[in-house]
């Protein structure tokens, strides 16, 4: 099951260029067909999820996050609140932690973040001072942070579907972000498997260049299940993952 939350809190969202207010935070459960589960919950929460577009859900262009087929969590193999929000940058993630973190006092937070910055032109540095103020934020609340390396892009793509120009050096901005990303203590490696020989998210894996579809999801979220099985079993109260299924440190 994905369990979503949503705050009343307005974060900048920059596929729009503005504003979005999301509804008052409130429990429910909204069900149809089998491939369409939200959930909004107060519930003791062990592991949550912070991020944009890719963390939130959806895919294939138009398919809204409410389609689990297009959430990374439901293939983690454990319950995952799923604090994402479309077109956030990493500064939004960080602007948002008291506000839409702490209310649930999560025991793991998964950080996912930065696409939002790279592809426009920020730097790296920029967007690993944002995670690095998350991370103080969680030891602060004893939260254990777990980083997730940053996607690939496909920018022909992006232009192709959506008009979207990527900036030239989004390749060298993401690997730096990465690098750092793999010298935190817990961290998740999820670009590998999603990279082209080129550097580029594989063709066959988005529909729009920027957001892995399901298959992409498939991959991102096994390979986190894997890593938090591997690693907090016994905390999450879970059989412990294979290590030869691990992509992470």
């Not at 892009?153 to 901005?173: F, R, T």
């Not at 690997?175 to 082209?196: C, E, F, G, R």
Request: glycine share 10%.
């Amino acid at each position: 099951m994905i369990i979503m939350m949503m705050s009343p809190k307005s974060v900048k969202d920059v596929t729009g260029g503005g504003y979005r207010r999301r509804m008052p935070t409130r429990t429910r459960s909204v069900t149809g067909p089998s491939h369409r589960i939200f959930t909004v919950t107060h519930q003791a929460i062990k592991v949550a999820a912070l991020g944009d577009s890719i963390t939130h859900g959806g895919g294939a262009v138009s398919v809204p996050p409410g389609y689990r087929l297009y959430n990374w969590e439901t293939y983690a193999g454990m319950p995952i609140l799923n604090l994402g929000f479309s077109g956030n940058t990493a500064e939004a993630m960080a602007a948002r932690f008291k506000s839409d973190v702490l209310p649930f006092k999560p025991k793991f937070l998964v950080l996912m973040g930065g696409i939002n910055n790279i592809r426009v032109g920020d730097s790296a540095d920029q967007v690993i001072h944002s995670l690095s103020e998350i991370q103080y934020m969680c030891i602060l609340n004893r939260i254990t942070p777990i980083f997730v390396t940053v996607a690939p892009i496909n920018p022909a793509k992006m232009k192709n579907v959506s008009g979207l120009i990527a900036d030239p050096g989004w390749k060298e901005q993401q690997k730096k972000i990465n690098d750092w990303v793999a010298s935190q203590l817990y961290y998740v490696d999820i670009t590998p498997q999603l990279t082209n020989s080129q550097g580029y998210l594989f063709e066959r894996l988005t529909s729009d260049g920027l957001h892995p579809d399901m298959e992409g999801k498939i991959i991102i979220g096994q390979t986190i299940g894997n890593y938090l099985k591997l690693r907090f079993a016994p905390d999450l109260g879970l059989p412990p993952a294979s290590e030869n299924n691990e992509s992470a440190s």
